[in-house]
């Protein structure tokens, strides 16, 4: 079965920092894997998707996420963090381009 | 346009009782899908409906939950005698379900169900 493992469920960073927030990923078959969003008291966004084209991806507010499929990795990045990133990420893997399997979350906080 | 709604936002109720969570998904989408996000147990899939059939349902954690829909539109998730490890929010998704492709989900802002 796939899964998604996002390591350190908390991440504080200064703001203007180096963002890092890691997932690494458990799958048979090549995966489609998401960034999620989730601000306070808000839905789900989606931030960026990887569907086997590019292996970098980037999405929106400045974020990208590279695959790497030798490490089953799919972290996530942005060079320099802003105060507006401060809520909780998801990875996410998809099986069959239906269902999304969720990691438990990291939760981003940023300090000035 | 307008996107996925869910009612009511917030949902109070006793232990044993019935409660029904209302999700309209997005104009045009075909496909719709109910996850619950709770402090011991994450982002869970629950559900997910291509027009009104469930080729899904895996992640329906009892017997004590249904889920339908019905015109290809509104979706009713239905959680009979609930107990108290019901108290989570529950997100609904939709997306166009093409199928072979994949189809950003779009979700909504949940209800948010506390059972005393």
């Known amino acids: 079965a796939q899964s998604v493992t996002q390591l350190g469920s908390h991440v504080s960073v200064s703001e203007g920092a180096l963002v890092l927030l890691r997932c690494n990923y458990s799958s048979s078959v090549p995966p489609y894997l998401f960034w999620y969003v989730q601000y306070p008291n808000q839905g789900l966004q989606l931030l960026l998707k990887?569907?086997?084209?590019?292996?970098l991806v980037k999405g929106i507010n400045g974020f990208e996420a590279e695959f790497k499929k030798s490490e089953t990795s799919f972290h996530l990045t942005k060079p320099s963090a802003h105060m507006s990133d401060a809520a909780e990420y998801f990875c996410a893997v998809s099986p069959n381009t239906d269902k999304l399997i969720f990691g438990t979350g990291t939760r981003l906080q940023v300090f000035p | 346009g307008a996107g996925v709604s869910q009612s009511p936002s917030n949902k109070v109720t006793e232990k044993g009782k019935d409660v029904e969570l209302r999700c309209d998904p997005i104009s045009g989408h075909t496909a719709l899908y109910w996850y619950r996000q709770s402090l011991g147990q994450g982002l869970e899939f629950l559900i997910y409906f291509q027009g009104n059939s469930a080729p899904d349902k895996s992640g329906l954690p009892s017997d004590r939950f249904s889920a339908e829909r019905t015109g290809g539109s509104v979706s009713t998730l239905t959680i009979q005698r609930t107990q108290q490890e019901d108290s989570a929010v529950y997100l609904c998704?939709?997306?166009?379900?093409?199928?072979?492709?994949?189809?950003?989900?779009?979700f909504g802002p949940g209800t948010r169900l506390t059972v005393l």
């Open positions: 998704a939709s997306s166009f379900g093409t199928s072979g492709a994949y189809n950003e989900q779009f």
């Open positions: 990887y569907t086997s084209a590019a292996t």
